[in-house]
Structures are given as structure tokens and as C-alpha cells.
């Protein structure tokens, strides 16, 4: 079933510790992004990639970073976990990055805890 | 700086109509979005707007006055399985999504 995924599903984390996010694509899109998703707040874009082998800061970068070697994938990489890393996260991808309703499509996210 | 307003919560009935309400200012305007995400789930596409007027599909219908920085989202015969958030997203002028808070509304039998 095409869509996209994301693993893991949920973790807890001793702060600290170096943790990846994995997003997979298989709808050929060339744009993706990776938002965290707070109580009481909307959406936040941390990064974003328009196509494979670009990359850009979205609204809330800091301490997040992100790699995208090919079309399919992109994931997402704390270096070192705080406790305001807490979150859910999730991935999303759209055919193209600017113009037209350009649907951005979900994955179902990981749930992330920071201790 | 750029900001997307809706109501934090809504009740309704079954089988009745809500109107869900969008504000929005923003550096530039290329679209409107919304979304809806049940609990503990992803966002799902709902509809879009770039041009003044009304969107319908189906239960769901969209509304958009770009002179008034404003939209709303239409809801008819609510069923149980409406009880979700709804997102109202504005695409700004460097073609990101702005995201509201979002809308949980509840629908009571």
C-alpha cells in the first residue's frame, strides 16, 4: 500500500542520547518535511526537503537534523535529546513543493519522550 | 508575525451543521488547507481554497475571503465519526504551511 512510514512508533529516551526518526516515501514525491506536533500549539516545521539532496530550516531547527540521500527517504536526527524534545512527530511528503493544491500527506507518526 | 486562529473546542449534535472558523495573517497568501486528524492519528487531507468563495465536496464544505483574512469550514449531517481536530493550514509566501492549533470538535448523539 503506498504511503508513507515512519518508525519507530513510539520510544522513550534518557536525554542526552542520539536518536533517528525514519521516514520512508514510496509515492515518488519530492518534497518532505518533519513536524513536531505540541499540545495547544499548531504544526511546527523543523525541516524540510524540496527535492533529493536539498534541505532546509523550517520554524523550530534547532537541535534537529535531517539528510536526504534519496527521494524515498528522510530522516530526522536529534544529536543530543532534551526533555523539551518531547513531542510527536511527524513526517509528511507532497509531489511538489510549491504551487496548486499540493497535498501534504502524513505518515503516523512517532510518539518521543524525553526523560 | 504570522498567526492562524480557530476556536480550541466545538460541540454539536448529530445530524446537525457546525461551522468551524479560520483566521489568518500571514506573509503572503498561496492557499488554504484543511485537515483532520481523529486522536492519536495523522492529519488527512479535507480541502483547499486559493480563490474567494465556497468549496463543496460532499458533507464537507470550505469557504474563503482573502480580503477578509478569513475562512470557514462547513460540516452537514454530523455523523459520530466527525468527533476529530480540524487543522486550518495557509500556505505563506515561501510556499511553507502555517499551522493552526487546531479544532477538536464533539459530537454528542
Known amino acids: 500500500i503506498a504511503g508513507i512510514t515512519q518508525a519507530p512508533t513510539s520510544q522513550i529516551l534518557a536525554a542526552g542520547r542520539r536518536m533517528t526518526l525514519r521516514c520512508t516515501q514510496d509515492?515518488?514525491?519530492?518534497?518532505m518535511y518533519w513536524y513536531r506536533q505540541d499540545l495547544g500549539l499548531g504544526l511546527r516545521l523543523i525541516h524540510y526537503?524540496?527535492?533529493?539532496?536539498?534541505?532546509g530550516k523550517g520554524e523550530v531547527p534547532d537541535g534537529y537534523s535531517v539528510s536526504r540521500a534519496n527521494t524515498d527517504d528522510f530522516p530526522l536526527t536529534l544529536a543530543s535529546a532534551v526533555p523539551s524534545q518531547t513531542s510527536v512527530y511527524f513526517c509528511?511528503?507532497?509531489?511538489?513543493?510549491?504551487?496548486?493544491?499540493?497535498?501534504?500527506?502524513f505518515g503516523p507518526g512517532t510518539r518521543l519522550t524525553v526523560l | 508575525g504570522q498567526n492562524i486562529d480557530q476556536p480550541t473546542e466545538m460541540t454539536a449534535t448529530e445530524g446537525a451543521i457546525v461551522q468551524i472558523n479560520c483566521t489568518y495573517q500571514t506573509s503572503g497568501f498561496n492557499g488554504l488547507f484543511w485537515y483532520q486528524q481523529h486522536a492519536g492519528e495523522a492529519p488527512t487531507f479535507l480541502s483547499y481554497?486559493?480563490l474567494d468563495g465556497l468549496e463543496e465536496k460532499g458533507r464537507f464544505s470550505s469557504f474563503l475571503s482573502r480580503s477578509k483574512g478569513y475562512s470557514y469550514l462547513l460540516l452537514k449531517e454530523l455523523q459520530m465519526k466527525d468527533s476529530a481536530s480540524y487543522l486550518c493550514a495557509v500556505r505563506d509566501s515561501n510556499y511553507q504551511l502555517i499551522w493552526g492549533a487546531g479544532t477538536k470538535l464533539i459530537i454528542k448523539p
Open positions: 509528511a511528503s507532497s509531489d511538489s513543493a510549491s504551487g496548486g493544491a499540493d497535498t501534504q500527506y
Open positions: 526537503s524540496n527535492t533529493a539532496g536539498t534541505t
Open positions: 509515492m515518488r514525491h519530492n518534497a
Open positions: 481554497n486559493v
